[in-house]
Antibody
């Protein structure tokens, strides 16, 4: 069964850091680009970051650029999101989602999603 | 930045047809994907590349995309279709991925 499983969420104070992880099963992890998408309580989906299958290309939304860092370890089939200088407005459920396959297009759909991990930034 | 506009809510009776729109500047030149998110669950893609149905998605779901509006059509609506629906595109000008604000579909 193809799936993604996020972990690492929790409650953190403003200005502190947190690292999220996303592990896969059921597909060839290194062949796919991956996204992080977040959803604040009661709000819509917002794209956060993307990393290409080999980690050589990374893109960030304007709201997190310079504070968040996306990375991956293909030997451990794991995706990461390092979140620094956290703010209250970063409070959300964070989803990892599968993007384009190797040789695919950046316009490909997010075809597999994890169940999400909740991050709460509060003092 | 590129903006996708969706009506906040649409209501339809069971068995009727729901039409959900997604507006964007010249969106017809982009590939549009649609996601269904039931309460408390992760999103699921129901239409990709304007009008392709992934495996397991009922034929009742269809899509179209032209000029400034993309449309998700759900025929013979069922109670289980009640969910939030999001459109999404990739903006090649900024290398950003964009979601619409979402439409809550209520089945009366």
């Amino acid at each position: 069964q193809v799936q993604l499983v996020e972990s690492g969420g929790g409650v953190v104070q403003p200005g502190r850091s947190l690292r999220l992880s996303c592990a896969d099963s059921g597909f060839t992890f290194r062949n796919y680009g991956l996204h992080w998408v977040r959803q604040a309580p009661g709000k819509g989906l917002v794209w956060v970051a993307f990393i290409a299958n080999l980690g050589n290309n990374k893109y960030y939304s304007d709201s997190v650029k310079g504070r968040f860092s996306i990375s991956r370890d293909n030997s451990k089939n794991t995706l990461f999101l390092q979140m620094n200088r956290l703010r209250a407005e970063d409070t959300a459920v964070y989803y990892c989602a599968r993007g384009p396959s190797e040789g695919g297009s950046l316009s490909d759909a997010f075809d597999i999603w994890g169940q999400g991990t909740m991050v709460t930034v509060s003092s | 930045s590129y903006v996708l506009a969706q009506p906040p809510s649409v209501s339809v009776a069971p068995g009727e047809t729901a039409t959900l729109t997604c507006g964007g500047n010249n969106i017809g030149s982009n590939s549009v994907h649609w996601y269904q998110q039931r309460t408390g669950q992760a999103p699921v893609v129901v239409i990709s590349y304007d009008n392709d149905r992934p495996s397991g998605i009922p034929e009742r779901f269809s899509g179209s995309n032209s000029e400034n509006t993309a449309t998700l059509t759900i025929s013979r609506v069922e109670a289980g279709d009640e969910a939030d629906y999001y459109c999404q595109v990739w903006d090649s000008d900024t290398d950003h991925w964009v979601f619409g604000g979402g439409t809550k579909l209520t089945v009366l």
